[in-house]
Each structure stands twice: as structure tokens, then as C-alpha cells.
């Protein structure tokens, strides 16, 4: 019979595939690499960044990059033009709209996990945010 210590690896792996499965989880991370992902980061890049950095940033492929990049901007929520010192290069700045929709969705998330806050409190989240940190440095993107 295993013991529980030989257990803990298997029980970990079924307890993070249940959380990661998730529909609302799988929601968090389509907007996390998706649309809001864009926007949260140009939301404090006063010089905007190129499609390029936001790809790296956000773990995203270029041409679902562009993808994203043309739905918003057909949202009028971001603006593209070329680099003045290398025309190659597309910067990305975020509107007013777009800064406005970002400040929304933050505080849909903040309403969203209010819940847990309650639930955990402060010192358990930030305990559980260390721990989550430790193992994501664990995985090192590839």
C-alpha cells in the first residue's frame, strides 16, 4: 500500500488539472492571454509596445496576436501605427475607451474573487499567491 507522501504527487497533479479545467479558470486564461491581457498591459505603457513584446508578454503566437490586435482596434479600444525609427515595427498604444474597458474588467475581478478574499483572507491569499509563484517557477516556459 502507497504511502500518503507517495501520494501527494499524483493528488496534486488531479487537484491543479481540476482547478486549471475549470470553465470559469479557462475563461481567466482566454482573457488573460486574449483581449484584456492586451490591454492590462498597455494600460500603463504611456509609449505603447510593439506587437512583437505584447506576443512575448502574453505567451501569444504573432498571428493570433494580430488577430487580437485587429478586434480590438476594430473596438476602437487600441491604435497601430508604424515605428518612426524602424517602420517594421507596429507600436500598440491603448485609447481612452480601451484604458476605460481595462478599469472595468479590473474591477469585475476584484467583484469576481471578493468571495475567496472572504473566504481565505488576506494572509492565506497572499500565502496562496507565494505558493502559486513558487510552483510557476517550477515550470519555466519553454
Known amino acids: 500500500m502507497a504511502s ?17 479545467n475549470r470553465k470559469n479558470n479557462i475563461a481567466v486564461l482566454d482573457s488573460i492571454r486574449g483581449e484584456y491581457g492586451v490591454l492590462n498591459c498597455l494600460v500603463e505603457e504611456t509609449e505603447g509596445l510593439s506587437a512583437g513584446e505584447l506576443g512575448k508578454r502574453l505567451h501569444v503566437v504573432p498571428g493570433r496576436m494580430a488577430d487580437i490586435l485587429k478586434s480590438l482596434e476594430g473596438k476602437g479600444l487600441i491604435q497601430r501605427q508604424r515605428d518612426e525609427e524602424d517602420r517594421r515595427v507596429v507600436r500598440v498604444t491603448i485609447t481612452e475607451e480601451g484604458r476605460q474597458v481595462s478599469l472595468e474588467k479590473r474591477e469585475e475581478i476584484h467583484v469576481e474573487y471578493e468571495g475567496l478574499f472572504r473566504l481565505l483572507g488576506e494572509k492565506d491569499v497572499e500565502e496562496l499567491i507565494r505558493l502559486l509563484k513558487i510552483v510557476l517557477s517550477y515550470y519555466p516556459d519553454r
Not at 496534486?12 to 488539472?17: D, E, H, K, P
Open 4 to 20: 500518503r507522501k507517495e501520494k501527494l504527487p499524483e493528488e496534486l497533479y488531479g487537484v491543479l488539472a481540476d482547478l486549471l
